[in-house]
Each structure stands twice: as structure tokens, then as C-alpha cells.
T-cell receptor, first 110, second 113 residues
């Protein structure tokens, strides 16, 4: 089955700086890669996703890149703000099954 | 408002006492699933359902049961809870199994003592 590894497990950044979270996956058949944000006391919420036929996708301050050859994908948050503090999960879907990374706790320091 | 509702939000119980965590969605979604979230392990799927009366095991189904008698409801049943089932549980739904976005409930924090 699919195995998704996510790094780092914690990330502290100064407000205004960029944050980068990296994930690797094992199953070359995976074709869909969503990122979820989980705020304290809430369920995960989809923030951006990318399909295997696309190398990069951007939505305002967040962007995701995908390298299918190397089997890794990354989330980039620019100009971080306090409301970006949360736990972020990457996931990979293979044969309709979503496998999640372990999560990254992002703290934005004011 | 489109949402997935779980109850209860918090539950402390004793080993062996049967419990049910309810999940309801108001989006007429076909696909529903249960996850548990544990530190360092992310979200792991327990069971999923592709439609009414169609359920199947996920990655960690041992000790859990589910049922899907109605499209909107997907309860998680722990017949004889044990301490290793202490976890944060999430119900999720999506339009279909292949749909891109999954909507998650707010979670149920379960402690088994």
C-alpha cells in the first residue's frame, strides 16, 4: 500500500517569512495529492490539491509542487500570518484510497 | 450550511463498555469514512462506506464496527473499547469515492480508561 512521509513534524516561522512542508510517497500509481489544514479543535479542511498531470498549482499565498519522478510534493506558504498556525497534512490517493502523512505543526511567531 | 456532524465531541468511558459515535452529513454524499488520528501517525482510515448498506474495512478496522442504513448517517461502534482505542476520531464524507474533496467533522476525543 501507499506510504506517505511528511517533514518536518514541527515548523516555527517568523510572521512574514515562508514555510515549506515536504512529503514523499511510495506508490507510483498515486494520482491525486491534497493538502489539509487542521485548526485547533476542528476537523481537517482541504486547502489546495494537485493532480499528477500538473507540476505546480498556486492559490494566493499557498502553492503546491509535484515531482512525479522523485515521488515528492511540497506545500509552500508565503508571507505567513498568525492565522496560518495549524497542523497541515499531506495525502496521496492511489486506487481511490487516501493515505495521509503524519502532519506538520506550523507556528507563526508574531 | 453543508456540514458533517459528530457526537459526542468528548467521551470518557471504561474498558469493555459499548459505545457509539454518531456521524451525520447533510450534503447527500455517497461516500463516508471514519479515521482515527494519533500523534506521529496522521490520519488512518478505520472503515468506509460507498453507499447505503455498502461498507468495507480500511487500514485499522480491528475493534470497530460500522453500519450504513441511511445515506446521511454512518455511526462508529466500539463493542468492547480498550485503552488502545483512546484517540481522536473523525468522520468524513465526499460526493463519491473518487471525489476530490472530503469534508470532515469536528472530531470526537475518546478516552478509554
Amino acid at each position: 500500500g501507499e506510504n506517505v512521509e511528511q517533514h518536518p513534524s514541527t515548523l516555527s516561522v517568523q510572521e512574514g517569512d515562508s514555510a515549506v512542508i515536504k512529503c514523499t510517497y511510495s506508490d507510483s500509481a498515486s494520482n491525486y495529492f491534497p493538502w489539509y489544514k487542521q485548526e485547533l479543535g476542528k476537523g481537517p479542511q482541504l486547502i489546495i490539491d494537485i493532480r499528477s498531470n500538473v507540476g505546480e498549482k498556486k492559490d494566493q499565498r499557498i502553492a503546491v509542487t509535484l515531482n512525479k519522478t522523485a515521488k515528492h510534493f511540497s506545500l509552500h506558504i508565503t508571507e505567513t500570518q498568525p492565522e496560518d498556525s495549524a497542523v497541515y497534512f499531506c495525502a496521496a490517493r492511489s486506487d481511490y484510497k487516501l493515505s495521509f502523512g503524519a502532519g506538520t505543526t506550523v507556528t507563526v511567531r508574531a | 450550511e453543508a456540514q458533517v456532524t459528530q457526537n459526542p465531541r468528548y467521551l470518557i468511558t471504561v474498558t469493555g463498555k459499548k459505545l457509539t459515535v454518531t456521524c451525520s452529513q447533510n450534503m447527500n454524499h455517497e461516500y463516508m469514512s471514519w479515521y482515527r488520528q494519533d500523534p506521529g501517525l496522521g490520519l488512518r482510515q478505520i472503515y468506509y462506506s460507498m453507499n447505503v448498506e455498502v461498507t468495507d474495512k480500511g487500514d485499522v478496522p480491528e475493534g470497530y464496527k460500522v453500519s450504513r442504513k441511511e445515506k446521511r448517517n454512518f455511526p462508529l461502534i466500539l463493542e468492547s473499547p480498550s485503552p488502545n482505542q483512546t484517540s481522536l476520531y473523525f468522520c468524513a464524507s465526499s460526493y463519491s469515492r473518487g471525489a476530490t474533496e472530503a469534508f470532515f467533522g469536528q472530531g470526537t476525543r475518546l478516552t478509554v480508561v
